[in-house]
């Protein structure tokens, strides 16, 4: 099969690599539909951190189960499934506690010795853990709904989770920093699932701003720093927000966000932080404010989140905005890298 | 009157200083019944922090409201109260979100221009929002009640602040890093007042371990590092603590914290940070913690906790265990600077 590879920093290709098999009892083998290009593949791509020459690349992607181990009691062959970007046992005590994104059997596909999504089959560990089928199978799932579901497997999911983590719930009043696909996503989330009332989305690109809105956004602030802090203050009759997205990673996008929290208020954050190693202790302090982290446990909300999209709730694939063959990958990661596509969907 | 004066680290005198009168139309004049020395007032005689030589100290007092100001109307001429550490009006959105110490009319005793606690008499800016009368007043509290009415102006609201910013409840499993009068009355708060089944104290002194189990801890941990984190883990199965209550401060009571919390808990810290400008961020990230940090409202918490006191419910009083006269406050600071007292109060 062909499969997604990275080479260097800035260097991605297709190549053809051995065809999966069930390894594991617990496995299944999925045929990819769809899959996309992460921000979070970025890091590396354009050389913030390291990542082995010749890895596979890729954790998000939907698509059919060929064939499953022995072990596999509830997914099936023939399922169109979900996969969150980890696998995950969903019995453990960290699944049980809804953070399968610490499962002790869990893992991250296209780490060392796994598959990628951005592949056109994918052996998936702990099957019966970490898929999620879609309602009605293959016959109930065409095309139009493969962008939202493709959303799921990552951005839907972490963008409504960083909303979770800031404590944001019916009639909450939110602050989104990040107009990425995470941000967007936490823009619908906020809204959408949560059932917040008001959503401040900063963005200074008018597209995604645009996008931003059709999720859900009630305000944009087209600033940064402490300009866009100041804006979202006036907004607020000078006390800032209760619950703020940090969906970025970055020291500009931490201080934006400690200086737009309300006193006493929350910051639920999904960037990842590699060039924020640290966060100043006393400006939370002075400002009571609660700060919560986590790789989004992406399969806690997808039974929930699959059956928004299949029933038309929420169209989450509209973060969608290339879509290139497998084989022209390395142009959707150029193009995520220039900030030409929010997200790019990748068809095997 | 007499009050102590900070000179410099190290030295703190009782001068002769003018009697308080009333100011403002929302003050009241209260005479000090009992005061106390706090943590915090070791970080400058400590020479940690600076303080300005000169200036009056201490942020904790009981006593008996002597005159009010015309704006005065709850508050009475004869009530026996407690004052929190900070004055606030009540009435701000800060404080109507139950966060008084950021109050925009607030400020604490023994700052710049007002009177301190470790004094006779004191000036109380915001009298309404700020004092809490004892129920049955001074007919109604002996001496034997003001051990436990005078810890709550600080030490014994900020321990609970601590366990609530830690989310504990009813049925939780808490450890206190930190036995201090913090940490202990975290102890006391997390148990008898908001329930919790299981507290896990790390405490490496003998006499603050007892009594710390007399306020309610289940497990006593006299182990520190990684050495302590590992034994709150065997306490665990090996899967840490939910709720992690700071008390300390520094960069150790931090590692030790997040690495006995348990994936997906929350860590509640009100040890002041003096040492620890920085918190890392991946290790919160890899862990899923939630972080919550605050100068503990103590008025939030006072009315509650004066019915609990005055109806025998809790003693909080027990972390006095140095009674000394206002002339010999200087004994005081240099017998809690070397840990031979948890806390010493002061009588005028």
């Given at each position: 099969?062909?499969?997604?590879?990275?080479?260097?920093?800035?260097t991605?290709?297709?190549?053809?690599?051995?065809?999966?098999?069930?390894?594991?009892?617990t496995?299944?083998?999925?045929?990819?539909?769809?899959?996309?290009i992460?921000?979070?593949?970025?890091?590396?791509?354009?050389?913030?951190i390291d990542?082995?020459?010749?890895?596979?690349?890729?954790?998000?992607?939907?698509?059919?189960?060929?064939?499953v181990?022995?072990?596999?009691?509830?997914?099936?062959?023939?399922?169109?499934?979900?996969?969150?970007?980890?696998?995950?046992?969903?019995?453990?005590?960290?699944?049980?506690?809804g953070?399968?994104?610490?499962?002790?059997?869990?893992?991250?596909?296209?780490?060392?010795g796994?598959?990628?999504?951005?592949?056109?089959?994918?052996?998936?560990?702990?099957?019966?853990?970490?898929?999620?089928?879609?309602?009605?199978?293959?016959?109930a799932t065409?095309?139009?709904?493969?962008?939202?579901?493709l959303?799921?497997?990552?951005?839907?999911?972490?963008?409504?989770?960083?909303?979770?983590?800031s404590?944001?719930?019916?009639?909450?009043?939110?602050?989104?920093v990040?107009?990425?696909?995470?941000g967007?996503?936490?823009?619908?989330?906020?809204?959408?699932?949560?059932g917040?009332?008001?959503?401040?989305?900063?963005?200074?690109h008018?597209?995604?701003a645009?996008l931003?809105?059709?999720?859900?956004?009630?305000?944009?602030?087209?600033?940064?720093?402490?300009?866009?802090?100041a804006?979202v203050?006036?907004?607020?009759?000078g006390?800032?927000?209760?619950?703020?997205?940090?969906?970025?990673?970055?020291?500009?996008?931490?201080d934006?966000?400690?200086g737009?929290?309300?006193?006493?208020?929350?910051?639920?954050?999904?960037?990842?932080?590699h060039?924020t190693?640290?966060?100043?202790?006393?400006?939370?302090?002075?400002?009571?404010?609660?700060?919560?982290?986590?790789?989004?446990p992406?399969?806690?909300?997808?039974?929930?989140?699959?059956?928004?999209?299949?029933?038309?709730?929420?169209?989450?694939?509209?973060?969608?905005?290339?879509?290139?063959?497998?084989?022209?990958?390395?142009?959707?990661?150029?193009?995520?890298?220039q900030?030409?596509?929010?997200?790019?969907?990748?068809?095997?």
């Amino acid at each position: 099969m062909r499969a997604a590879i990275y080479q260097a920093a800035g260097t991605v290709e297709v190549r053809d690599v051995p065809d999966p098999v069930i390894v594991e009892p617990t496995d299944a083998i999925v045929r990819v539909v769809r899959a996309c290009i992460c921000g979070s593949d970025l890091w590396a791509y354009r050389g913030v951190i390291d990542r082995p020459a010749g890895s596979r690349l890729g954790h998000e992607f939907i698509g059919i189960v060929e064939e499953v181990g022995a072990a596999v009691a509830v997914i099936r062959p023939g399922d169109f499934v979900v996969a969150p970007f980890q696998w995950s046992d969903n019995t453990c005590p960290a699944c049980r506690d809804g953070i399968q994104t610490r499962c002790v059997n869990g893992g991250t596909f296209g780490a060392a010795g796994t598959d990628g999504g951005q592949g056109e089959i994918v052996r998936v560990p702990q099957a019966d853990g970490t898929l999620v089928a879609v309602p009605g199978g293959q016959a109930a799932t065409g095309p139009d709904l493969y962008p939202a579901l493709l959303a799921l497997s990552d951005v839907a999911a972490t963008g409504l989770h960083g909303a979770v983590l800031s404590g944001a719930r019916a009639g909450s009043t939110v602050a989104v920093v990040g107009d990425g696909a995470v941000g967007l996503s936490a823009v619908l989330g906020a809204r959408a699932v949560l059932g917040a009332e008001r959503v401040i989305l900063i963005s200074t690109h008018e597209d995604r701003a645009a996008l931003g809105r059709d999720f859900g956004a009630t305000d944009v602030v087209a600033a940064r720093g402490e300009e866009g802090v100041a804006a979202v203050r006036d907004l607020t009759q000078g006390l800032g927000v209760r619950h703020v997205v940090e969906a970025v990673g970055t020291p500009d996008s931490w201080d934006m966000c400690v200086g737009m929290a309300r006193v006493g208020g929350s910051i639920g954050a999904v960037g990842v932080p590699h060039t924020t190693p640290q966060l100043a202790l006393f400006p939370l302090l002075r400002a009571h404010l609660t700060v919560s982290l986590g790789i989004a446990p992406v399969r806690r909300y997808l039974p929930g989140l699959v059956a928004r999209v299949a029933s038309g709730w929420i169209d989450p694939g509209r973060v969608f905005d290339l879509t290139l063959p497998l084989e022209q990958v390395s142009d959707g990661y150029l193009a995520m890298a220039q900030r030409r596509s929010i997200k790019t969907m990748l068809v095997p």
